[in-house]
């Protein structure tokens, strides 16, 4: 939710800090700051508005030690006052990612005992818990005290004023990396943060606390034992963090798609047939007793669970629910023990999700599967088996190659399952391993429509509604592209199955509703054609993404763009990306924000 970079060195290193703050943006940007020890006093620079706001406050400040901080506001509104780093009597500082959940017990204790809260944040607690035990003990000791009484999730940063060269980070339900540079180390929510001054890193565990100077560190486990973590090469490299040709991250990485496509693939098309032992060892033992499928995730992710569950049932002919994973721990569900609990992912880190996960596992579900495209994620490591999609780091909002990347996962689940249930002969097999070898290409013809879908946008931009329409396995592709469009360009977009329009919202349509749909060559098509004479019946203007040999033409009021090849089952993937592009160019004519849109953050943290 929010990002979180700190330094020790014996450099200035400010210019550290807000180059990694600039590349963890994407988790909040409501406001920014940074705290260093000069001349053994705090120096701290916020501000309400973006990083490069808060590079140019910062110029001339220096110091060898500090913790950095952009924030998506969870308690108090985004402002000066609110944003981190937040300090306790001007000694300690501290930078939060997190929520803490019993922060308003603490404030009131805190209070009676003489502290002043200056913020509407929780973050402000462990400031003031951390000094109140600082007197009794080392900045580490001090640490470990405070966070036995924090309820909650967090990721910390945490330097003393009469500490010129240590920092003491911690981690527990919020992501936390310790970069290890030559006699320099630093702490960086992910790895994009810390690529510009090391490649080395250790991924802290759940409760670990770590004590950190230029030439050492120490780290600890929640129960206060020293431990030692294993040290990771990252294999990510620069440009995949950098903009490079492109305007926008999220243009980049809808052109990203064929790439992250293969990648994801890859193993499997290398291969002449698929086994279960891609989703973990443990698959070959699970998979065979599985009877069901429940897929568990939010957002983009949950509408790639939608297209499996068509997948699942038609392919491999297992059941298949999909639930919005805020909702599941909620209800009161009926466990079955041989159901395959599925989550799916971008980012490994949604609590929404990890929640559900961990409510599924909680209520006698033991068969857990990830699907995810980060590694040594939370999702990751409590799920019994992984698929890891290799998209890269996404770093627009719009989630856009992890949802590709994400249906081709699943889809390569479907297979497994429909082998392991005999359902998939030898050719068929062969068949699909043709057709998902065939798919990088695929995607690199459907992104060829660009300059076509960039002229279309402007029929968008003085729209305040859209609709989108498809059917069967296409209509959670209409869902994802109202998502796409009303996330970035603010028009407010629904998607419905094309056959329910009649039952309410055909009451919508008028000249200015445009009407997108998404029209594949398949067996629903016929049915499509008629629902979309209703709309244009109603003087609606449709924007159809039909396949080459769909037969629908242009006309007055009716814009087609034809589609380069039906891809059968995979279809659902290549649609995507011209919603995708869409979206885009919309936001582009109003002028949004398009990588950070308003109110939004790329990982959510928080339920
Ligand atoms: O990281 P996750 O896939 O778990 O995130 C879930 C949603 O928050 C995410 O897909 C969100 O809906 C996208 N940013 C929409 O583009």
Same mark, same amino acid.
């Given at each position: 939710m929010c990002g979180i970079v700190g330094a020790v060195a014996k450099r200035n290193i400010v210019p550290v800090l807000v180059n990694g703050l600039l590349r963890l943006e994407y988790r909040g940007y409501d406001s920014a700051g940074l705290v260093v020890v000069h001349e053994g006093k705090l120096e701290r620079v916020r501000s309400a508005g973006r990083v490069a706001e808060l590079g140019q406050k910062s110029a001339n400040t220096s110091g060898e030690v500090g913790i950095a901080h952009t924030r998506w506001a969870t $308690?108090? /509104? =985004?402002?000066e006052r609110n944003a981190h780093p937040h300090m306790s009597r001007e000694l300690i500082a501290v930078v939060h990612n997190g929520i803490i959940e019993n922060y308003e017990e603490l404030k009131a204790e805190l209070s009676a005992q003489g502290y002043e809260f200056t913020s509407d944040t929780d973050t402000e607690v462990i400031a003031h818990l951390i000094h109140s035990h600082y007197a009794q003990g080392s900045l580490l000791v001090a640490t470990q005290m405070a966070l036995t009484q924090l309820v909650g999730a967090y990721a910390i940063g945490v330097i003393a004023a009469d500490n010129p060269h240590l920092m003491v980070a911690a981690r527990k339900g919020s992501p936390l990396l310790l970069g290890v540079g030559e006699g320099e180390h630093f702490v960086g929510s992910d790895m994009s943060a810390l690529l510009q001054v090391t490649r080395n890193v250790v991924y802290l565990e759940e409760g670990d606390v770590v004590e950190i100077k230029a030439d050492s560190f120490r780290i600890f486990d929640m129960a206060g034992v020293r431990v030692q973590r294993q040290m990771h090469v990252s294999e990510l490299d620069n440009d995949s963090v950098e903009l490079g040709k492109y305007q926008h991250y999220m243009q980049k990485e809808i052109h990203e798609q064929p790439q992250a496509l293969a990648n994801t693939l890859e193993s499997v098309c290398n291969s002449q047939s698929l086994v =279960? !032992?891609?989703? %973990? *060892?443990?698959a070959n033992d699970i998979f065979p007793h599985v009877d069901n499928i429940l897929i568990l995730a939010c957002g983009t992710s949950n509408h790639a669970g939608q297209v499996a569950r068509y997948w699942l049932e038609e392919v491999a002919g297992i059941p298949c629910n999909v639930e919005i994973a805020s909702e599941y721990r909620y209800r009161t569900s009926v466990p079955n023990p041989k159901t395959l609990v599925v989550t799916i992912s971008q980012s490994g880190e949604t609590a929404d999700t990890l929640a559900a996960l961990n409510h599924a596992k909680a209520t006698g579900h033991s068969y857990t599967l990830a699907i995810c495209n980060v590694p040594e994620s939370a999702i990751i490591r409590q799920s019994k088996l992984r698929l890891l999609t290799r998209a890269g780091p996404e770093i627009g909002v719009a989630s856009t190659k992890a949802f590709t990347t994400q249906l081709a996962g699943l889809f390569l689940l479907t297979l497994v399952m429909a082998k392991v249930r005999g359902r998939l002969d030898e050719t068929r097999e062969q068949q699909f391993l043709h057709e998902l070898r065939h798919l990088p290409t695929a995607m690199q013809k459907v992104l060829e429509l660009e300059p076509q879908i960039a002229e279309i946008a402007a029929h968008f931009a003085d729209k305040h509604h859209a609709l989108f329409l498809g059917r069967g396995m296409h209509y959670p592709i209409a869902a994802e592209g109202a998502l796409k469009l009303k996330e970035i360009s603010y028009i407010h977009a629904e998607a419905y199955p *094309? %056959?329910?329009? /009649? $039952? !309410? =919202?055909?009451?919508?349509?008028? /000249?200015d509703m445009p009407v997108v749909s998404v029209a594949p060559n398949d067996a629903l098509l016929e049915k499509l054609k008629s629902n979309l004479q209703e709309v244009r019946a109603r003087g609606g203007e449709l924007f159809v993404f039909a396949d080459a040999d769909t037969h629908i033409h242009s006309s007055a009021g009716i814009h087609i763009l034809q589609m380069p090849e039906h891809a059968g089952f995979l279809s659902p993937i290549l649609h995507t990306a011209p919603l995708q592009l869409l979206a885009y160019y919309v936001a582009l004519q109003k002028g949004t924000d398009v990588d950070k849109p308003r109110n939004l953050a790329k990982s959510v943290t928080v339920e």
């Open positions: $308690h108090g /509104k =985004p402002s =279960p !032992g891609i989703f %973990g *060892a443990e *094309a %056959g329910e329009l /009649k $039952h !309410g =919202p055909l009451a919508l349509v008028d /000249k």
